[in-house]
Nanobody
Framework: QVQLVESGGGVVQAGDSLRLSCAASGRTFNTYAMGWFRQAPGKAREFVAAINWSGGSTIYADSVNGRFTISRDNAKNTVYLQMNSLKPEDTAVYYC?????????????????WGQGTQVTVSS
């Protein structure tokens, strides 16, 4: 069982940066692939970024590639999402997820545990 708690959301202006954190419980954090998803009002939840168990492999959605960076610190049981050059269309609730896989995974149904989400609002 893994419990995930996101933090770091807020209200920023276009062009600003934010760093989201996701703290995980449990001693097996380093056996899970981790991902970030987001859901904007009236839209389906979508994939943002993912990282494998070691941090050596990452993948990104085209919409955030080059602006967002996912990373993890297995000693701290924490995964991060550094978001730069934020745009109004990045406004959403951001969710952290954990999947029992050593590979990098991006399909929502591959993730087993989800956090409660943190709101990111980008004003123009």
């Amino acid at each position: 069982q893994v419990q995930l708690v996101e933090s770091g959301g807020g209200v920023v202006q276009a062009g600003d940066s934010l760093r989201l954190s996701c703290a995980a419980s449990g001693r097996t954090f380093n056996t899970y692939a981790m991902g970030w998803f987001r859901q904007a009002p009236g839209k389906a939840r979508e994939f943002v970024a993912a990282i494998n168990w070691s941090g050596g492999s990452t993948i990104y959605a085209d919409s955030v590639n080059g602006r967002f960076t996912i990373s993890r610190d297995n000693a701290k049981n924490t995964v991060y999402l550094q978001m730069n050059s934020l745009k109004p269309e990045d406004t959403a609730v951001y969710y952290c997820a954990a999947g029992a896989s050593y590979r990098t995974i991006s399909s929502e149904n591959r993730f087993d545990y989800w956090g409660q989400g943190t709101q990111v609002t980008v004003s123009s």
